[in-house]
Nanobody, 125 residues
């Protein structure tokens, strides 16, 4: 397992933007599969976006609005969130799989071995 520290959440108005960051420990970060998940009150955790082997995958509801990126030199991944909607309100979690993942299974939360503490994102109308 690795340690994941998230930052960047907050309160934003509809249509606004936020960028989440997730800093990871470990020496082989470039090999990690990384993902972002979210959980809204009363709902199950859902996949938002992920990246493995240079391939980014997004859930349909955020395509065109969210961008996943990573800086291997800083052991950090980012989630740039634009055109935010009230339904994006949730606690956002960063996750890592140190052994990597095939892009097709990035959306499966059970495959990750490390999770961040969560960062609240609230979109107000």
């Amino acid at each position: 397992q690795v340690q994941l520290v998230e930052s960047g959440g907050g309160l934003v108005q509809v249509g606004g933007s936020l960028r989440l960051s997730c800093a990871a420990s470990g020496r082989t970060f470039s090999r990690y599969a990384m993902g972002w998940f979210r959980q809204a009150p009363g709902k199950e955790r859902e996949f938002v976006a992920g990246m493995s082997s240079g391939v980014a995958v997004y859930t349909d509801s955020v395509k065109g609005r969210f961008t996943f990126s990573r800086d291997n030199a800083k052991n950090t991944v980012y989630l740039q969130m634009n055109s935010l909607k009230p339904e994006d309100t949730a606690v956002y979690y960063c996750a890592a799989r140190t052994a990597g993942l095939a892009p097709v299974v990035l959306k499966e939360g059970r495959r990750y071995d490390s999770w961040g503490q969560g960062s609240q994102v609230t979109v107000s109308s």
